[in-house]
Nanobody, 124 residues
Framework: QVQLVESGGGLVQAGGSLRLSCAAS??????MGWFRQAPGKEREFVAA????????YYADSVKGRFTISRDNAKNTVYLQMNSLKPEDTAVYYC???????????????????WGQGTQVTVSS
């Protein structure tokens, strides 16, 4: 059974840091990404990483503060979040690209596998 399980969310003060983890089981995936959904807002792209880690994409709102990485031996993807802001408060979801994808994408509709989400709350 294919599963993506996120962990590492929590409550942190503005300016603080958190590291999210996404452990995949059942198979390996090529392109992986993080998305988030704040209350009352649509889910949005945060970051994505290719299989090799050689290609990464970031939303403008997190560029320079967040870093996506992966450990393929552990089948795990990470999102290091620094200098957190209250506007980063959201449920963060890990996702894996559609199998047929040959290039990394930021398009949410092309991610077929999703975790259950982990809550990140940043207090001011």
């Amino acid at each position: 059974q294919v599963q993506l399980v996120e962990s590492g969310g929590g409550l942190v003060q503005a300016g603080g840091s958190l590291r999210l983890s996404c452990a995949a089981s059942g198979r390996t995936f090529h392109g992986m990404g993080w998305f988030r959904q704040a209350p009352g807002k649509e889910r949005e792209f945060v970051a994505a990483i290719s299989w090799s880690g050689g290609t990464t994409y970031y939303a403008d709102s997190v560029k320079g503060r967040f870093t996506i990485s992966r450990d393929n031996a552990k089948n795990t993807v990470y999102l290091q979040m620094n200098s957190l802001k209250p506007e980063d408060t959201a449920v963060y979801y890990c996702a894996a690209e559609r199998d047929e994808m040959v290039a990394l994408t930021i398009t949410m509709a092309l991610y077929d596998y999703w975790g259950q989400g982990t809550q990140v709350t940043v207090s001011s």
